[in-house]
C-alpha cells in the first residue's frame, strides 16, 4: 500500500459528478425514455460511476453486475482476463449499456461487448466509460459515452483501486511515482 499523503489530486469530487451529470443527459438523449435500458456494472472499478451515472438516467433500467479484471494487484494490464464471472440473462433485444470505470489497453472491454452479442441477445450494445486512456490503447474498442479523456498514469479514487484500496475517495487522484 502507499501513503495516501503522497496521492495527487486529479479531479475534485464536484467535477466529476458535474460531467456524469452531462453524461447521463446524453444517454437520456440518445435512447427512447419509454425503452427499458440494461446497465451492466463491470465490477469492481465501474460501481460509483454506475450509481451516480444512473441515478440521472430517466427510463426504465434494469442493473446487472458482472466481474471482470485484467490488472489484478498491478498497476499494468497483464494482457489476459484474470476473473470472469459473467452471469447475464437473455436481453429480449432490448438495449445494453455497459459502465466500466477505465478503457486502457480495451481489452476488457472487447472480451465484453463480442460475449454480450455472442450470448445475450441484446438489441443494441453501447459502452460508458469514465475514462479514457487512449494512448494504451491496442483493442479497437470506442466508448459512446465518456467523461473524460486521461494521459498514460496510473489513477485512483472514485471506484478505481490500487491493490484494493483507495476505492472510497470521492475524488481521482494519483501517485507520482507511477506515471510513465
Ligand atoms: P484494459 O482491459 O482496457 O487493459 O484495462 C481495463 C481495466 O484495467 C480497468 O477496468 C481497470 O480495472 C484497470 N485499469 C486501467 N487503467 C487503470 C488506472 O489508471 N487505474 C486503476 N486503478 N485501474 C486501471
Not at 447521463?24 to 451515472?53: H, Q, W
Given at each position: 500500500?502507499?501513503?495516501?499523503?503522497?496521492l495527487?489530486?486529479?479531479?475534485?469530487?464536484?467535477?466529476?459528478?458535474?460531467?456524469?451529470?452531462?453524461?447521463?443527459?446524453?444517454?437520456?438523449?440518445?435512447?427512447?425514455?419509454?425503452?427499458?435500458?440494461?446497465?451492466?456494472?463491470?465490477?469492481?472499478?465501474?460501481?460509483?460511476?454506475?450509481?451516480?451515472?444512473?441515478?440521472?438516467?430517466?427510463?426504465?433500467?434494469?442493473?446487472?453486475?458482472?466481474?471482470?479484471?485484467?490488472?489484478g494487484?498491478?498497476?499494468?494490464?497483464?494482457?489476459?482476463?484474470?476473473?470472469?464471472?459473467?452471469?447475464?440473462?437473455?436481453?429480449?433485444?432490448?438495449?445494453?449499456?455497459?459502465?466500466?470505470?477505465?478503457?486502457?489497453?480495451?481489452?476488457?472491454?472487447?472480451?465484453?461487448?463480442?460475449?454480450?452479442?455472442q450470448?445475450?441477445?441484446?438489441?443494441?450494445?453501447?459502452?460508458?466509460?469514465?475514462f479514457?486512456?487512449?494512448?494504451?490503447?491496442?483493442?479497437?474498442?470506442?466508448?459512446?459515452?465518456?467523461?473524460?479523456?486521461?494521459?498514460?498514469?496510473?489513477?485512483?479514487?472514485?471506484?478505481?483501486?490500487?491493490?484494493?484500496?483507495?476505492?472510497?475517495?470521492?475524488?481521482?487522484?494519483?501517485?507520482?511515482?507511477?506515471?510513465?
Amino acid at each position: 500500500m502507499k501513503d495516501i499523503k503522497t496521492l495527487k489530486k486529479l479531479i475534485p469530487a464536484d467535477v466529476l459528478n458535474k460531467r456524469i451529470k452531462e453524461l447521463a443527459d446524453e444517454i437520456n438523449k440518445t435512447y427512447s425514455t419509454d425503452e427499458p435500458l440494461n446497465l451492466i456494472c463491470v465490477l469492481r472499478g465501474a460501481v460509483m460511476f454506475f450509481c451516480e451515472l444512473s441515478k440521472h438516467l430517466k427510463m426504465p433500467v434494469n442493473m446487472e453486475f458482472i466481474s471482470l479484471s485484467s490488472y489484478g494487484n498491478s498497476t499494468n494490464s497483464s494482457g489476459k482476463i484474470n476473473r470472469a464471472n459473467i452471469i447475464l440473462p437473455d436481453f429480449n433485444n432490448q438495449n445494453v449499456l455497459i459502465v466500466e470505470d477505465i478503457i486502457d489497453t480495451g481489452l476488457t472491454l472487447d472480451f465484453l461487448i463480442k460475449y454480450i452479442n455472442q450470448n445475450c441477445a441484446a438489441k443494441s450494445t453501447k459502452l460508458a466509460v469514465l475514462f479514457d486512456k487512449k494512448c494504451a490503447r491496442k483493442y479497437d474498442v470506442k466508448p459512446n459515452f465518456c467523461a473524460f479523456e486521461v494521459d498514460n498514469k496510473f489513477i485512483v479514487g472514485f471506484g478505481l483501486d490500487y491493490m484494493g484500496y483507495y476505492r472510497n475517495l470521492d475524488y481521482i487522484g494519483y501517485f507520482e511515482d507511477f506515471s510513465e
